[in-house]
């Protein structure tokens, strides 16, 4: 619940810092690009960027979080199984003991 309330202060300081920061900036500048240019004005450049930057941030993060979870499906797969053997093998040893 804590961790919750901990990003969700982060995530609204960081919208009051892009929104300050881009409020004071209305001067019009021009934007070249591979195809094309445009004219924007700098706070709404700023504020395209941040978003996107922001976006192509929590997309990299969870393609490695969806990864690393996937993996620890495979491992938790697998020691199950090793588990199982194991368990199979003393039972058969003690069964060969006796």
């Known amino acids: 619940m804590i961790k919750y309330i901990f990003g969700l202060i982060i995530v ?3 919208i009051l810092v892009a ?4 409020a004071n900036n209305d001067q019009v500048i021009t934007f070249n690009y591979i195809f094309a240019q445009s004219q924007f004005q700098l706070s709404t450049l700023v ?3 941040f978003g996107l930057g922001l976006i192509l941030g929590w997309f ?3 393609f490695f979080y969806l990864k690393l979870k996937l993996k620890n ?3 938790n797969r697998q020691i199950k199984r090793q588990t199982q ?3 199979e093998l003393t039972t058969s040893r003690d069964k060969v003991s006796q």
């Open 73 to 75: 499906i495979a491992l």
């Open 47 to 49: 504020a395209i960027l």
């Open 60 to 62: 990299i993060t969870g």
């Open 19 to 22: 929104v300050t920061v881009g």
């Open 85 to 87: 053997q194991i368990n």
């Open 12 to 14: 609204l300081a960081i």
